[in-house]
């Protein structure tokens, strides 16, 4: 699992990590929007509270996740992207993998200012209706409960997170993630 503020390049590092180890990226921010793109209920439900720069219920989140989980690339691992959001979920992932036999190998914590986080989001500007100043402030300060709900859970499972430096530049922060995320595979 990806952990980390919105900014911090967690979505950047999943892609090449999945690209490289054929692993599947899951992220919630992604499912919102093809689910959303597709008009299935849970993306129009998920919309409602995106474009408002709130959380998506754990419902919706949940209901989500385990429909990606069963499609057939996530059958050699995953890449869990910004997902769980709550300890509700944290707990909710740890019995769908279990149900699903498997289990979290690692938390890579990408470790980043909320204000390189701020700069970064206001850069990027993809249109996005959760790219707007106000909604990325929200989201900002939504992440200090998140991290304060969720990272309890794991940290009380001994030498499941690991920290990654994330300002520095990409392909720094690759060469430590990949090789957390080859040592979960090897």
Do not use: W
């Amino acid at each position: 699992m990806f952990f980390g503020p919105p900014g911090c390049g967690k979505g950047t590092q999943a892609k090449r990590v999945t690209e490289e180890f054929g692993l599947a990226q899951i992220s919630t921010g992604e499912l919102f929007r093809k689910h959303l793109g597709e008009k299935t209920t849970l993306g129009l439900q998920a919309q409602e509270f995106m474009s408002r720069g709130a959380l998506v219920p754990d419902s919706i989140t949940i209901g989500m996740v385990r429909e990606r989980l069963q499609e057939p690339d996530a059958q050699a691992g995953a890449i869990f992207d910004g997902f769980p959001r709550t300890e509700a979920q944290a707990e909710a992932l740890d019995a769908l993998l279990a149900e699903l036999g498997g289990k979290l190998c690692m938390v890579v914590d990408f470790s980043v200012p909320l204000a390189v986080s701020r700069e970064r989001l206001l850069a990027r500007q993809e249109g996005r209706a959760d790219d707007k100043p106000e909604v990325i402030d929200k989201r900002l300060n939504d992440h200090a409960a998140i991290e304060a709900a969720v990272m309890p859970h794991y940290h009380a499972q001994e030498g499941l997170v690991r920290a990654v430096d994330a300002t520095r530049s990409i392909e720094a922060i690759y060469e430590d993630v990949r090789a957390l995320v080859k040592s979960c595979i090897d």
